[in-house]
Protein backbone atom coordinates (compact mmCIF):
# COMPACT_ATOMS: atom_id res chain seq x y z
CA UNK A 1 0.00 0.00 0.00
CA UNK A 2 1.65 2.97 -1.51
CA UNK A 3 -0.58 6.09 0.55
CA UNK A 4 -0.89 7.63 -3.06
CA UNK A 5 -2.99 6.28 -5.64
CA UNK A 6 -3.90 7.36 -9.27
CA UNK A 7 -6.82 6.65 -11.79
CA UNK A 8 -7.13 5.86 -13.81
CA UNK A 9 -4.35 3.46 -14.30
CA UNK A 10 -3.98 2.93 -18.10
CA UNK A 11 -5.67 5.30 -20.80
CA UNK A 12 -5.98 5.38 -24.54
CA UNK A 13 -6.92 8.86 -26.04
CA UNK A 14 -6.99 10.26 -29.11
CA UNK A 15 -5.11 13.62 -29.82
CA UNK A 16 -7.95 15.30 -29.88
CA UNK A 17 -9.74 14.27 -26.69
CA UNK A 18 -9.66 15.66 -23.41
CA UNK A 19 -9.19 13.15 -20.76
CA UNK A 20 -8.11 13.99 -16.96
CA UNK A 21 -5.76 12.23 -14.72
CA UNK A 22 -6.41 12.15 -11.14
CA UNK A 23 -3.71 11.29 -7.80
CA UNK A 24 -4.67 11.22 -4.27
CA UNK A 25 -2.43 11.03 -1.53
CA UNK A 26 -3.44 9.81 2.11
CA UNK A 27 -0.33 10.69 4.01
CA UNK A 28 -0.86 14.06 4.95
CA UNK A 29 1.76 15.41 2.87
CA UNK A 30 2.00 19.03 1.57
CA UNK A 31 3.90 18.98 -1.26
CA UNK A 32 2.62 17.06 -4.65
CA UNK A 33 4.40 16.41 -7.75
CA UNK A 34 4.16 15.33 -11.19
CA UNK A 35 6.99 13.01 -13.14
CA UNK A 36 6.39 11.60 -16.76
CA UNK A 37 8.47 8.60 -17.40
CA UNK A 38 9.29 7.58 -20.41
CA UNK A 39 11.18 4.39 -21.62
CA UNK A 40 15.42 4.47 -21.51
CA UNK A 41 14.70 8.10 -19.76
CA UNK A 42 15.61 9.96 -16.63
CA UNK A 43 12.18 10.78 -14.89
CA UNK A 44 11.33 14.92 -15.98
CA UNK A 45 9.54 17.04 -13.22
CA UNK A 46 6.90 18.18 -14.48
CA UNK A 47 4.97 20.29 -12.23
CA UNK A 48 5.41 20.74 -8.26
CA UNK A 49 2.99 22.22 -5.70
CA UNK A 50 3.35 23.00 -2.52
CA UNK A 51 0.34 23.76 0.16
CA UNK A 52 -1.52 23.78 -3.13
CA UNK A 53 0.53 26.63 -4.79
CA UNK A 54 2.05 26.00 -8.20
CA UNK A 55 5.93 26.61 -7.18
CA UNK A 56 7.46 24.36 -10.41
CA UNK A 57 6.08 24.44 -14.21
CA UNK A 58 9.10 23.08 -15.90
CA UNK A 59 8.75 24.28 -19.38
CA UNK A 60 5.53 21.82 -19.68
CA UNK A 61 3.08 22.73 -22.56
CA UNK A 62 0.32 24.24 -22.35
CA UNK A 63 -1.27 21.26 -23.76
CA UNK A 64 -0.93 19.91 -19.88
CA UNK A 65 -3.30 21.55 -17.05
CA UNK A 66 -2.43 20.73 -13.62
CA UNK A 67 -4.80 21.98 -10.90
CA UNK A 68 -4.38 20.91 -7.45
CA UNK A 69 -7.34 21.54 -5.77
CA UNK A 70 -6.36 20.87 -1.72
CA UNK A 71 -3.14 19.10 -0.45
CA UNK A 72 -4.48 15.71 -1.19
CA UNK A 73 -5.28 15.79 -4.60
CA UNK A 74 -4.13 16.42 -7.75
CA UNK A 75 -4.97 16.29 -11.70
CA UNK A 76 -3.32 16.92 -14.48
CA UNK A 77 -6.05 17.86 -17.61
CA UNK A 78 -5.30 16.66 -20.95
CA UNK A 79 -5.93 17.96 -24.19
CA UNK A 80 -4.75 17.67 -27.81
CA UNK A 81 -2.22 15.81 -26.78
CA UNK A 82 0.84 14.39 -29.11
CA UNK A 83 1.54 10.86 -29.67
CA UNK A 84 5.09 11.94 -28.44
CA UNK A 85 3.42 12.33 -24.89
CA UNK A 86 2.61 8.93 -24.39
CA UNK A 87 4.44 7.45 -21.35
CA UNK A 88 4.12 6.62 -17.93
CA UNK A 89 2.97 9.43 -15.85
CA UNK A 90 3.66 9.46 -12.16
CA UNK A 91 2.15 11.25 -8.85
CA UNK A 92 4.05 11.54 -5.98
CA UNK A 93 4.08 13.31 -2.77
CA UNK A 94 6.16 14.77 0.38
CA UNK A 95 6.07 15.69 3.79
CA UNK A 96 7.17 18.91 2.49
CA UNK A 97 8.26 20.76 -0.38
CA UNK A 98 12.44 20.05 -1.05
CA UNK A 99 12.36 17.16 1.59
CA UNK A 100 13.70 14.61 -0.89
CA UNK A 101 11.95 11.95 0.34
CA UNK A 102 8.86 11.28 -2.24
CA UNK A 103 6.26 8.83 -1.97
CA UNK A 104 5.31 7.68 -5.71
CA UNK A 105 2.00 6.36 -6.91
CA UNK A 106 1.32 3.47 -9.64
CA UNK A 107 1.10 5.92 -12.38
CA UNK A 108 -0.95 6.28 -15.47
CA UNK A 109 0.45 4.35 -18.64
CA UNK A 110 -0.91 6.95 -21.04
CA UNK A 111 -1.17 5.85 -25.32
CA UNK A 112 -1.98 8.41 -27.52
CA UNK A 113 -3.52 7.52 -30.55
CA UNK B 1 23.04 21.77 -15.86
CA UNK B 2 22.84 19.29 -13.15
CA UNK B 3 22.35 15.47 -13.95
CA UNK B 4 22.79 12.76 -12.65
CA UNK B 5 23.63 9.68 -14.27
CA UNK B 6 23.71 5.66 -14.18
CA UNK B 7 26.55 4.03 -16.25
CA UNK B 8 24.82 1.02 -16.73
CA UNK B 9 21.66 0.74 -18.58
CA UNK B 10 21.10 -2.55 -18.24
CA UNK B 11 22.83 -5.50 -15.82
CA UNK B 12 22.55 -8.88 -15.92
CA UNK B 13 23.39 -11.42 -12.78
CA UNK B 14 23.10 -14.91 -11.81
CA UNK B 15 22.30 -14.99 -8.05
CA UNK B 16 24.42 -14.70 -5.40
CA UNK B 17 26.26 -12.67 -7.47
CA UNK B 18 27.13 -9.28 -6.33
CA UNK B 19 25.96 -5.90 -7.32
CA UNK B 20 27.42 -2.85 -8.04
CA UNK B 21 25.38 0.44 -9.87
CA UNK B 22 27.06 3.23 -10.52
CA UNK B 23 25.61 6.93 -10.03
CA UNK B 24 27.23 10.14 -10.44
CA UNK B 25 25.95 13.48 -10.46
CA UNK B 26 27.06 17.09 -11.27
CA UNK B 27 26.71 19.64 -8.73
CA UNK B 28 29.30 20.97 -6.56
CA UNK B 29 27.13 22.26 -3.85
CA UNK B 30 25.03 20.09 -0.74
CA UNK B 31 22.93 17.38 -2.08
CA UNK B 32 20.97 14.96 -0.58
CA UNK B 33 20.94 11.07 -2.08
CA UNK B 34 18.48 8.41 -2.79
CA UNK B 35 18.03 5.02 -4.68
CA UNK B 36 14.83 4.34 -5.70
CA UNK B 37 13.59 0.70 -7.40
CA UNK B 38 10.66 0.01 -9.42
CA UNK B 39 9.75 -3.84 -9.37
CA UNK B 40 8.13 -4.72 -12.03
CA UNK B 41 4.15 -3.89 -12.10
CA UNK B 42 4.85 -2.05 -9.16
CA UNK B 43 5.75 2.09 -8.18
CA UNK B 44 8.37 3.51 -7.02
CA UNK B 45 10.04 3.19 -4.08
CA UNK B 46 13.00 4.18 -1.70
CA UNK B 47 15.45 1.76 -1.23
CA UNK B 48 17.60 4.10 0.56
CA UNK B 49 18.25 7.27 1.25
CA UNK B 50 21.77 9.95 2.55
CA UNK B 51 21.66 13.00 4.03
CA UNK B 52 24.01 13.59 6.38
CA UNK B 53 26.84 11.90 8.75
CA UNK B 54 28.14 8.32 7.75
CA UNK B 55 28.83 8.14 3.72
CA UNK B 56 27.84 4.44 3.99
CA UNK B 57 24.02 3.91 4.37
CA UNK B 58 22.23 0.97 4.71
CA UNK B 59 18.74 0.18 2.94
CA UNK B 60 16.12 -2.09 2.58
CA UNK B 61 16.56 -5.96 1.62
CA UNK B 62 20.15 -6.00 2.16
CA UNK B 63 20.99 -3.08 -0.23
CA UNK B 64 23.81 -0.25 0.90
CA UNK B 65 25.34 2.83 -0.67
CA UNK B 66 28.19 4.79 -0.38
CA UNK B 67 28.85 8.88 -0.42
CA UNK B 68 31.78 9.64 -1.71
CA UNK B 69 32.07 13.76 -2.07
CA UNK B 70 35.36 13.55 -3.85
CA UNK B 71 33.97 11.68 -6.77
CA UNK B 72 30.33 12.88 -6.83
CA UNK B 73 28.93 9.39 -6.36
CA UNK B 74 26.18 7.83 -4.67
CA UNK B 75 27.21 3.72 -5.64
CA UNK B 76 24.57 1.35 -4.85
CA UNK B 77 25.64 -2.45 -3.38
CA UNK B 78 24.83 -5.85 -2.49
CA UNK B 79 26.83 -7.79 -1.48
CA UNK B 80 24.58 -11.25 -2.92
CA UNK B 81 21.95 -10.53 -5.25
CA UNK B 82 18.30 -12.68 -5.58
CA UNK B 83 16.26 -13.79 -8.27
CA UNK B 84 13.78 -11.44 -6.56
CA UNK B 85 15.97 -8.34 -6.86
CA UNK B 86 15.14 -7.99 -10.32
CA UNK B 87 13.51 -4.29 -10.90
CA UNK B 88 14.62 -1.08 -12.24
CA UNK B 89 16.87 1.45 -10.16
CA UNK B 90 16.82 5.05 -10.29
CA UNK B 91 19.76 7.02 -8.34
CA UNK B 92 18.28 10.76 -7.70
CA UNK B 93 19.94 14.13 -6.35
CA UNK B 94 17.80 16.70 -4.17
CA UNK B 95 19.74 19.59 -4.79
CA UNK B 96 20.12 21.71 -1.88
CA UNK B 97 20.30 25.41 -2.71
CA UNK B 98 17.27 28.54 -2.50
CA UNK B 99 16.79 28.64 -5.90
CA UNK B 100 17.11 24.80 -7.05
CA UNK B 101 14.19 24.46 -4.80
CA UNK B 102 15.62 21.04 -4.05
CA UNK B 103 13.44 19.17 -6.64
CA UNK B 104 15.00 15.71 -6.93
CA UNK B 105 17.27 15.17 -10.44
CA UNK B 106 16.71 11.22 -11.79
CA UNK B 107 19.24 9.25 -12.93
CA UNK B 108 17.76 7.22 -16.72
CA UNK B 109 17.70 3.86 -14.63
CA UNK B 110 19.74 0.85 -14.14
CA UNK B 111 17.66 -2.33 -15.38
CA UNK B 112 18.88 -5.18 -13.39
CA UNK B 113 17.79 -8.49 -14.21
CA UNK B 114 18.68 -11.61 -12.19
CA UNK B 115 18.71 -14.74 -13.31
CA UNK B 116 17.42 -17.51 -10.96
Known amino acids: ETGVTQTPRHLVMGMTNKKSLKCEQH?????MYWYKQSAKKPLELMFV???????ENNSVPSRFSPECPNSSHLFLHLHTLQPEDSALYLC????????????FGPGTRLTVT | AQSVSQHNHHVILSEAASLELGCNYS??????LFWYVQYPGQHLQLLLK??????LVKGIKGFEAEFIKSKFSFNLRKPSVQWSDTAEYFC??????????????FGQGTELSVKP
Open chain 2, 92 to 105: AVNLLTYNQGGKLI
Open chain 2, 50 to 55: YFSGDP
Open chain 1, 27 to 31: LGHNA
Open chain 1, 49 to 55: YNFKEQT
Open chain 1, 92 to 103: ASSQEYAAGQEY
Open chain 2, 27 to 32: YGGTVN
